[in-house]
C-alpha cells in the first residue's frame, strides 16, 4: 500500500482485514469475506446501542468457508462481497461464485445469491450458521462475562427469532428468509438445486428490536420501504458532500483523503434528540455514540465546512447538561456530557453510562464551541437561546470544578469502578505522569483545560457583551480569565525546561513530563507570547515530533511506548489542534510541518486517519504504523483533515467577512478550497505555496 | 399511606422550575399503576405556570407511564434514565421533553459532588 495508488472513489468503510457498514446507531463489522465469527477476530457482530446482535453470520455451502475475491464498499451503509466456496487453491476449478450484498438500514438486509457456471445442475447444501450473545460492547474482549438475563430461541418457518431478557431489559434479534428454508436454533439451511448457468438467491432480513415483547409478531421492514430508505440514504450523503467546499489541490491524495473524511463524517452522524438534527459521533467499533468532548472538537473541526453539525452538537448537550448531583455518574449542575450509552450494564447501573459526566473539558469546551460557532455562522438566535446553559457552564468551573478552590480546573479519580481515571482527553492511566514515570495523586488540574476553561471565560465575556446585554458578567468573566492567565503561567512554567507543567497535585508540585498538551495551550491562547516559540520549538523537536505528526508523550519521558495509545502514539485529531494553537502564535511555517506531515500519513491509511498510530521515528519506519485497536473510522481524525486544511489556508472570520491568509507548505503545491459557506455568504479561499497573504 | 410522588410534585419539584430552559411548556400526563387503582396525573409545565392535577383530562405532549411504587422511588431520587432502559417506566412522545422532565427529578440523596481538598499552590490562591 503506498500514498499515491489509492482509489479516490473508494466510498464504504474498509480495512485491511474487516470491512464496517453503518447508518445511525446500527454497524456490522465482519471479515471479508462477510462472516461474523467471534472465535477468528474480535470486535465483529452486528450492533445497535451498544449491545451486539449478531455474534455469528457464517454462510457455507456444503460445508465450505466462502473466500473473498473481492470486496466493493459501495457506501458506508452498504458493500458488495464475491466470493467462491473453499480454499483459494481452487480458485481456477471454481464453478460457483457466490455474491453478498449487504446493508444496514433499519437493520441487516443482505441479499445472498449464489451462481452455477457449470454446465451441469448443481444440488447444494447452503447453510447460514446465526447466534447472538447480546454481549455489551463495553465487554467485548475483555474476560468473559456471565450474563444475568435469560436467552430464548423461537423457530419459525421462514425466521428464527433469538431474545434475550433481563427482568425489563429485552433485546432481540429476528432473522427472516424469503426463500424457504430448514430453521433450527444455529441458523437455517437450504437445500437447492441451481440449474445449469442458473442462479439462487435469497434475501435475508435482520430486525433489531428493543421493545418490551408483546403479542404482535415483530416483522423486519417491507422491501419496498427499504429501498426507499436506501436511496434517501444515499441521496443525504450526495446532498452532504454537494453541501461542503471543494477541494483543489495539486497534493493528488489529499483530495481523496479530503473526500474520504467527509464520507466519514456522514457515515458517523447518528439522530439527535434535539430538533431533528444529525450528532457527529466518536467513532468505530467502540464508540459509535456521543462523546462530549469529541462531538465538540469534530463541530469545532468542521465549522468553515458544515457547520450544521456544531449547531447540533450545541442543542444535544445543552439539552443533556447536568442538573442534579449524581456522584456514581459524575453529575454536577451545569456539568456537559461525557458519553451516552444504552447497554444492558448501562440500564443496570453496573456502569454510569445512562448520563456519564466523567470528564471536565467537555464543559468549557462547550462555551468555545457556542461562541466559535456564532463567529462562523452569525446564527445570533442560538446563542440568545443557550445564554442559560452558557452561564451555567461557566459558573460550574468555579462552582464545581475548582475543587482546591485556586482557581484552577481540577479533577477527582471517577467514583465508578474500572472508569479511565482521568477526565481530560488522555484518560488511560499512564497518561498523566511526572518525566521519571511517577503518577501524581488526585486531584489533578492538567495544563490544557486551564486553558479551555481560559478560552471560555474570554469568549463567555464576549457573548455577555454583544448578545446577553450583560456588560457587568462580561467584565468579571474577562478579569477571571486575565487573573488565571497570570497565574497559570506562573505556577505551571517550568523555566529550566522552558514548558509548562503537563499538571499540577494539590501541594503545588509541577507533574513535569514533556507532553504534546503544549500545543492545546498554544490553541486556547493562554500561553504567554514570549514563550510561545520555546513550546513550538518542543513540538517539532525530535522528541515530540515523530516525522509524520506530534506524539502525545515526548521520547525519553520514562512511560514512553511507541505504541502506548496517550503515552507515545500519534493522534491526528490532537495535531489539528497543535497546528491552529501554531498559528494562533503566529508560527504559519511550523503549522504547515504539522499539516503536511499528517497530510502525508493519511495516505497510507488509504485516506482514513485512524483514531492513532504509531509514534515511530519516520527515519525508522518508511510508513505510518498502525496502532492495533485503534478505533477507524474515527470522526475527529476525519475532522482533522478539515481542520489542518483550515490551518493551511488560514481561514479566519472577521465580522461578516472570511480572511484568508494561506501559508502553504511547498511540498503541498497550490490548494484551493471553493464554495466556502457562512455569514459572508459564499467564498473561495486560495493558497499558493510561499505565499504569505492572499484575501478573498 | 401516603402518595410520595404526589407529595413531590406539589412542593419540591417546583423549586426546580428554573432548570428548564426559558420558554419550555408542555403538558405531561403520568399513568401510575397503583395496586387497586390506575392515578392519572396532568402536569403543566410554561412560563411561570406549574400545575399537578388529576383533572382537566387534555391532550398531552408526554404520556409517562410506571407503576406508581417505581415512580415513588424516581421521586426519591433514583435514576429515570436507568429505569426507562430497564422498561421499569415508559413514554410516548418527543425523548427531549423527557430529558426536561428528568431535570425536574432529584438526585440520588447521598451524593454530594466530588471531594474538594484545600490547594497549596498558586500563590494568592495559596501557594
Redesign the interface.
Known amino acids: 500500500m503506498g500514498p499515491s495508488g489509492f482509489p479516490a472513489e473508494v466510498a464504504g468503510i474498509m480495512d485491511a482485514d474487516q470491512v464496517s457498514i453503518l447508518e445511525g446507531f446500527t454497524f456490522l463489522v465482519s471479515d471479508r469475506n462477510g462472516d461474523v465469527d467471534p472465535a477468528a477476530r474480535d470486535p465483529v457482530g452486528l450492533y445497535y446501542l451498544d449491545t451486539r446482535f449478531l455474534s455469528r453470520w457464517i454462510v457455507t455451502i456444503d460445508g465450505k468457508r466462502l473466500t473473498p475475491l473481492s470486496v466493493d464498499d459501495l457506501q458506508y451503509f452498504e458493500a458488495r462481497f464475491f466470493l467462491v466456496p473453499g480454499q483459494p487453491t481452487h480458485y481456477v476449478n471454481a464453478t460457483l461464485s457466490v455474491i453478498r450484498h449487504r446493508s444496514i438500514v433499519s437493520g441487516l438486509d443482505e441479499e445472498l445469491q449464489i451462481l452455477n457456471h457449470s454446465g451441469d445442475p448443481a444440488d447444494l447444501t447452503i447453510r447460514l450458521d446465526a447466534a447472538s450473545d447480546f454481549a455489551d460492547l463495553d465487554d467485548i474482549g475483555r474476560p468473559a462475562v456471565r450474563k444475568k438475563g435469560r436467552y430464548h430461541h423461537e423457530v419459525g418457518n421462514h425466521h428464527l427469532h433469538l431474545r434475550y431478557s433481563r427482568?425489563?431489559?429485552?433485546r432481540a434479534t429476528l432473522i427472516q428468509s424469503t426463500e424457504p428454508a430448514e430453521v433450527d436454533r444455529d441458523g437455517m439451511t437450504f437445500a437447492v438445486r441451481i440449474p445449469p448457468n442458473g442462479s439462487w438467491a435469497t434475501r435475508l432480513r435482520v430486525a433489531t428490536d428493543i421493545s418490551?415483547p408483546s403479542g404482535d409478531e415483530v416483522t423486519g421492514g417491507r422491501m419496498p420501504m427499504l429501498r426507499k430508505l436506501k436511496e434517501g440514504v444515499r441521496e443525504d450523503l450526495d446532498r452532504w458532500i454537494g453541501r461542503a467546499p471543494r477541494l483543489q489541490c495539486d497534493f493528488g491524495t489529499l483530495t481523496a483523503t479530503y473526500r474520504r473524511s467527509l464520507i466519514d463524517l456522514a457515515a458517523l452522524r447518528s439522530p439527535s434528540?434535539?430538533g431533528g438534527g444529525q450528532l457527529p459521533c466518536a467513532g468505530l467499533p467502540w464508540l459509535n455514540t456521543l462523546i462530549g468532548r469529541q462531538s465538540i472538537f469534530i463541530s469545532l473541526q468542521t465549522l468553515p465546512f458544515l457547520p450544521e453539525l456544531a449547531a447540533t452538537t450545541l442543542r444535544t448537550l445543552?439539552?443533556?447538561q447536568g442538573?442534579?448531583?449524581?456522584?456514581?455518574?459524575?453529575?454536577?449542575p451545569g456539568k456537559i456530557l461525557h458519553l451516552l450509552r444504552?447497554s444492558e450494564s448501562?440500564?443496570?447501573?453496573e456502569r454510569p453510562y445512562?448520563?456519564y459526566f466523567g470528564s471536565v473539558d467537555a464543559t468549557p469546551l462547550f462555551v468555545v464551541l457556542l461562541d466559535e460557532y456564532e463567529r462562523w455562522t452569525g446564527d445570533v438566535e442560538l446563542v440568545r437561546?443557550l445564554?442559560?446553559?452558557a452561564r451555567r457552564a461557566l459558573n460550574w468551573l468555579d462552582e464545581?470544578g475548582d475543587?482546591?478552590?485556586?482557581?484552577?480546573l481540577?479533577?477527582?479519580r471517577p467514583r465508578a469502578p474500572g472508569e479511565q481515571p482521568n477526565q481530560s482527553w488522555k484518560e488511560s492511566e499512564r497518561a498523566i505522569c511526572y518525566a521519571d514515570g511517577r503518577l501524581p495523586g488526585f486531584?489533578r488540574a492538567t495544563c490544557e483545560v486551564q486553558g479551555y476553561a481560559y478560552d471560555a471565560k474570554i469568549r463567555g465575556a464576549r457573548l455577555a457583551r454583544t448578545f446577553w446585554g450583560d456588560p457587568g458578567y462580561a467584565d468579571r468573566l474577562e478579569h477571571q480569565a486575565y487573573a488565571l492567565r497570570e497565574?497559570f503561567n506562573?505556577?505551571y512554567w517550568l523555566p529550566d525546561r522552558r514548558y509548562y507543567a503537563l499538571a499540577?497535585?494539590?501541594?503545588?508540585?509541577r507533574v513535569d513530563a514533556l507532553a504534546s498538551n503544549l500545543g492545546h495551550l498554544l490553541w486556547s491562547g493562554i500561553v504567554d507570547p514570549d514563550r510561545a516559540e520555546a513550546l513550538v520549538e518542543h513540538l517539532l523537536g525530535p522528541r515530540l515530533f515523530s516525522g509524520w505528526g506530534v506524539r502525545t508523550l515526548a521520547a525519553g519521558q520514562s512511560n514512553f511506548n511507541p505504541v502506548g495509545y496517550h503515552i507515545g502514539t500519534v493522534w491526528p485529531y490532537d495535531n489539528s489542534v497543535i497546528a491552529e494553537g501554531m498559528r494562533r502564535y503566529g508560527f504559519t511555517t511550523e503549522a504547515g510541518t504539522v499539516a503536511q506531515a499528517i497530510f502525508e500519513a493519511g495516505a497510507y491509511f488509504n485516506g482514513r486517519l485512524p483514531e492513532a498510530f504509531a509514534g515511530y521515528d519516520r527515519q525508522l519506519t518508511t510508513f505510518p504504523v498502525r496502532y492495533p485497536t485503534a478505533s477507524s473510522p474515527q470522526g475527529w481524525s476525519a475532522g482533522a483533515i478539515l481542520s489542518l486544511l483550515r490551518t493551511v489556508l488560514g481561514l479566519e472570520t472577521y465580522g461578516d467577512h472570511l480572511v484568508v491568509k494561506a501559508a502553504v507548505p511547498p511540498r503541498l503545491g497550490q490548494i484551493a478550497l471553493l464554495g466556502i459557506c457562512g455569514r459572508w455568504g459564499i467564498a473561495d479561499a486560495l493558497g499558493r505555496p510561499s505565499t504569505t497573504a492572499s484575501n478573498c | 399511606m401516603t402518595d410520595r410522588t404526589a407529595e413531590y410534585f406539589a412542593g419540591p419539584a417546583r423549586r426546580r422550575m428554573h432548570l428548564l430552559p426559558s420558554g419550555f411548556a408542555a403538558t405531561i400526563r403520568l399513568d401510575l399503576r397503583r395496586p387497586d387503582r390506575m392515578d392519572r396525573w396532568y402536569l403543566t409545565l410554561g412560563e411561570d405556570e406549574f400545575s399537578f392535577r388529576r383533572d382537566g383530562e387534555r391532550e398531552a405532549d408526554l404520556v409517562i407511564a410506571a407503576d406508581g411504587e417505581v415512580f415513588d422511588r424516581l421521586v426519591a431520587g433514583e435514576d429515570p434514565t436507568t429505569a426507562a432502559l430497564r422498561n421499569e417506566i415508559t413514554y410516548r412522545g418527543p425523548p427531549l421533553i423527557m430529558i426536561y422532565f428528568e431535570r425536574l427529578l432529584p438526585g440520588p440523596p447521598d451524593s454530594h459532588g466530588p471531594e474538594r481538598v484545600p490547594g497549596r499552590g498558586g500563590g494568592d490562591h495559596g501557594r
Open positions: 427482568e425489563g431489559f429485552h418490551a434528540i434535539e445543552a439539552a443533556y442538573t442534579k448531583l449524581d456522584d456514581f455518574r459524575e453529575e454536577e444504552w448501562t440500564a443496570f447501573e445512562a448520563r437561546r445564554e442559560n446553559e464545581w475543587l482546591a478552590g485556586d482557581g484552577y481540577w479533577y477527582q486531584p497565574r506562573r505556577d499540577r497535585e494539590t501541594d503545588g508540585s
